[in-house]
Nanobody, 123 residues
Framework: QVQLVESGGGSVQAGGSLRLSCAVS????????MAWFRQAPGKEREGVAT???????SYADSVKGRFTISKDNAKNTLLLQMNSLKPDDTAMYYC?????????????????WGQGTQVTVSS
């Protein structure tokens, strides 16, 4: 059974950093596209960053230069290093996979999701 479990969220002040982790079980994370999404209260879920099977990454414009997505293949874990956090980054963060080699832009293709981890950034 494929399962994703996020951790690492918390409360920080603006300018601070957090590192989110997503533990993968049931398949090898290195074999598929994986992504981070977030959803703020009253807003739609949006893509934050993706990483394909070949390591190709992409980022939302709002987080470019501040967030870094990576995989720890030895631990079968997806990571998101978040630096220079802003109050607008406050949201529930989710990891997901589309069980494909390449990452698409359509949120509907992501069929496996974690339960989320809350990130709160205060000004």
């Amino acid at each position: 059974q494929v399962q994703l479990v996020e951790s690492g969220g918390g409360s920080v002040q603006a300018g601070g950093s957090l590192r989110l982790s997503c533990a993968v079980s049931g398949y090898t994370s290195s074999g598929y596209c994986m992504a981070w999404f977030r959803q703020a209260p009253g807003k739609e879920r949006e893509g934050v960053a993706t990483i394909g099977r070949d390591g190709t990454t992409s980022y939302a414009d709002s987080v470019k230069g501040r967030f870094t997505i990576s995989k720890d293949n030895a631990k079968n874990t997806l990571l998101l290093q978040m630096n220079s956090l802003k109050p607008d980054d406050t949201a529930m963060y989710y990891c997901a996979t589309n069980l494909k080699r390449f990452c698409g832009l359509d949120i509907q293709e992501y069929t496996v999701w974690g339960q989320g981890t809350q990130v709160t950034v205060s000004s």
